[in-house]
């Protein structure tokens, strides 16, 4: 079962630290995921607790509260933070933005599109460094059928290295084809440099 986070307090109306390092993986494997805690480990500067806790700090001011404000009780946070063992748990690529607190994965619930995410925050969130829409072809979140799997949005900002980047993954590859111009390029499973998606013109191969 996947556990998505929601903010149900309109009164403050932005996520806490709580949601940011929340992870069920981590619980089920008793792993400490909070900001700093494999500094030592690893001796990366960018994994000490007060840089992470930065980076968190601008990623919601500058992308997720903006978000909040407009979806409210409807946005959830599937992951946030992860310290690199919990990072290799969920089968992340090595130095994932999500370690150094620069990423949030994100969904709206009630069979709201990703794509609809997607659009939103490509046209309204004046900087960020990746905007990803992830698998597409697996359909929208659904509190009806939290154990399926669903589409989502990756956002990162990195402050003084926010250049826009928008793409897409897939294992479909009729996704891929219908994004190849001479502006994307396509790496493994992603296309990248895609423009405003108004909708999917195909039908999705259900073996993906």
Avoid at 69 to 76: A, Q
Avoid at 179 to 188: C, L, P, Q, R, V
């Amino acid at each position: 079962m996947t556990d998505i986070l929601y903010n149900s307090s309109h009164q403050q109306g932005y996520f806490s630290l709580n949601h940011c390092i929340y992870s069920p993986i981590a619980q089920l494997n008793e792993i400490d995921n909070v900001p700093g805690s494999d500094y030592f480990d690893y001796k990366d500067i960018k994994l000490k607790k007060d840089k992470i806790i930065l980076n968190l700090h601008n990623l919601f001011r500058y992308c997720i509260n903006p978000l909040y404000r407009k979806y409210g009780g409807n946005l959830g946070l599937t992951s946030v933070y992860r310290n690199m063992e919990v990072n290799q748990l969920l089968g992340g690529v090595m130095n994932s933005q999500h370690c150094y607190g620069y990423a949030a994965d994100i969904v709206l619930r009630n069979g709201v599109e990703s794509l609809t995410l997607f659009n939103w925050c490509r046209a309204n969130i004046p900087k960020y460094n990746q905007l990803i829409l992830e698998y597409p072809e697996k359909g929208s979140y659904s509190t009806a059928a939290p154990d399926k799997e669903f589409s989502w949005v990756h956002i990162s900002y990195i402050e003084g290295n926010n250049y826009n980047k928008n793409s897409i993954s897939s294992k479909d590859p009729q996704t891929h084809t219908r994004y190849k111009n001479t502006e994307t390029y396509h790496i493994g499973n992603f296309t990248h440099n895609i423009p405003h998606i108004d909708r999917f013109d195909f039908e999705f191969n259900s073996q993906y």
